[in-house]
């Protein structure tokens, strides 16, 4: 690998941003309407009823780490589609980048956005609502961590499927979070999902993220360690299938020459 | 120069039951602009192609640099380079950005340097900070040259090089990339539909027609053998043939 060509690929992908404002709404602006209108929900619920004991803890957290996971996610496509856009394409691959340096890039770009993410909605949390991400102490980075590979995971997938499907699929930059949302226990306990979706939800690795937080929210700190565990054990695998997948697609896209008539 | 640089074997690429290119062979010396040519639809930009690994061969080999393309992918990419007048850099970076960050991924020792004697060279040093989706076509495709040379490639692949540009800038980038090659003995591959290109440019063409080659020489030798003084005649009649073999 080349550390030079993965350092270009970045910068490419920062100067797009910086003179793109939509793009940079992706980090600025989306994150914190969703900080707000989620928080504002809470702050209501409270009004009517205060049956759940730290409903505002629970869901401005789950809020904040749900968007670490989509940004990670979304920059992955992105960086992509950004090329397949611009008919750049053929430039990069004409180049000697190795398909490992791409990948390798479009992740250091989902942990740059997604750690930008992180600090600008932990700041509105503190602001608005008292919520401060760090009283989870040393767990919060584990279980940011583990979403940051699964947005790692779920972003290559989609990529995947957009390199052999073309623009066509480009949806999936966008739409591959919420498919897994419901079964990622989010915003409740995957003791409320029905039991096949249980059985479903304990493959899910934010799944055990987000149960690991809730744990940790309400004291019940022997647990959460089970929930990282088996959260990173399960990104690891579907890391290595990512992989894999993106790899054999590729070839596949090459075999049938879609890389070259999706910029012709 | 009279090494081989690239040569390319028994080359066959279908796509589900067309055949795109069948059993291609030809090579390019070192120092040699070739030229290939053909009608829409005749191989040769599958051709292209499979020489820079975007395309995989259904059977064939390339070798470039005496090394197998699919095998030694990245070296080999490292010595060359591609311009299409279809493909784009990214549109809302500025000229200087799309070429610092191509310079970067190809290891450009003084990329500043580079960079401001190409656009001299392009004339466009003008537009060094324009954003590049604000160029005119004419405008691309010579920033697209400009990232084409910038690692002073051992072989590089155009596409079509000219079919944006003016006639004055077209005759200008002829002479540009004959300079080029004699100073820094740049092998050349270039498709074209501009037959005054082909003729002023190329030391050789390989004309291709339904996926195979049909005619190989230097300009004068194609004329000659097709009994015409202008190779649009020969393309044309090449083109307007239904069989892979010419009479």
Redesign the interface.
């Known amino acids: 690998m080349c550390w030079n060509r993965i350092y270009a690929l970045i910068m490419k992908y920062v100067y797009i941003c910086s003179r793109n404002t939509f793009r940079a709404m992706d980090i600025f602006f989306w994150p914190i309407m969703d900080l707000l209108m989620w928080g504002f929900v809470t702050m209501y619920m409270l009004k009517v009823s205060n049956t759940v004991p730290g409903l505002i803890t629970f869901l401005i957290g789950a809020v904040i780490m749900w968007n670490v996971f989509y940004r990670a996610q979304q920059v992955v496509c992105i960086s992509f589609l950004e090329d397949l856009w611009s008919r750049n394409l053929l430039n990069i691959f004409t180049a000697p980048v190795q398909v490992r340096e791409f990948v390798t890039a479009a992740y250091i770009l989902g942990l740059m956005q997604a750690s930008i993410v992180l600090v600008i909605m932990s700041l509105v949390a503190v602001v608005f609502y008292g919520f401060n991400i760090l009283d989870l102490g040393i767990y919060a980075g584990m279980l940011l961590a583990n979403l940051m590979l699964m947005g790692w995971a779920l972003g290559l997938v989609a990529t995947a499927l957009i390199v052999r499907w073309g623009p066509q699929a480009e949806v999936l930059a966008w739409a591959v979070p919420f498919l897994v949302q419901p079964v990622s226990a989010v915003f409740y306990p995957i003791s409320v999902l029905p039991q096949p979706l249980q059985v479903v939800a304990s493959m899910v690795p934010a799944a055990h993220v987000f149960e690991g937080m809730r744990a940790l929210m309400t004291g019940n700190e022997a647990i959460v360690w089970g929930h990282i565990g088996s959260a990173f054990l399960l990104n690891l695998l579907y890391l290595a299938g990512a992989g894999l997948l993106f790899r054999f697609l590729f070839e596949q896209a090459r075999e049938k020459g879609l890389l070259a008539k999706y910029c012709s | 120069m009279l090494e081989t640089i690239l040569k390319v074997e028994s080359l066959n690429?279908q796509?589900g039951n067309f055949t795109?290119v069948e059993d291609l062979s030809f090579s390019v010396r070192g120092g040699e602009i070739v030229g290939l040519l053909g009608a829409n639809g005749a191989g040769k930009?599958?051709t292209i192609?499979m020489l820079?690994?975007?395309?995989?061969p259904t059977a064939g080999a390339v070798t470039i640099f005496g090394e197998n393309l699919e095998e030694s992918?990245?070296?080999i990419?490292?010595r060359?380079?591609?311009a299409?007048s279809?493909?784009?850099?990214?549109?809302?970076?500025?000229v200087v950005?799309n070429l610092?960050?191509?310079a970067?991924?190809?290891?450009v020792a003084k990329p500043g340097e580079k960079i401001d004697e190409l656009l001299e060279m392009f004339e466009i040093a003008h537009l060094k900070f324009k954003?590049s989706g604000m160029l005119s076509s004419g405008e691309q495709t010579r920033l697209n040259l400009c990232?084409a040379l910038l690692n002073d490639p051992a072989l590089l692949?155009l596409d079509e090089p000219t079919a944006s540009l003016d006639p004055d800038l077209a005759d200008k980038v002829r002479k540009i990339l004959k300079r080029v090659k004699e100073e820094k003995g740049m092998t050349v591959l270039t498709t074209s539909h501009n037959m005054l290109d082909v003729v002023e440019l190329c030391d050789r063409i390989i004309f291709m027609h339904l996926g195979a080659i049909v005619a190989e020489g230097s300009s004068e030798e194609i004329m000659t053998r097709f009994g015409t003084d202008s190779l649009e005649d020969v393309f044309i009649r090449i083109a307007r043939t239904k069989e892979k073999v010419i009479a």
């Open positions: 690429k796509f795109a930009t599958t192609h820079l690994g975007l395309t995989k992918r990245v070296s990419l490292q060359v380079n591609f299409s279809y493909v784009h850099l990214p549109y809302n970076l500025r950005e610092k960050v191509f970067k991924i190809y290891g954003t990232k692949v």
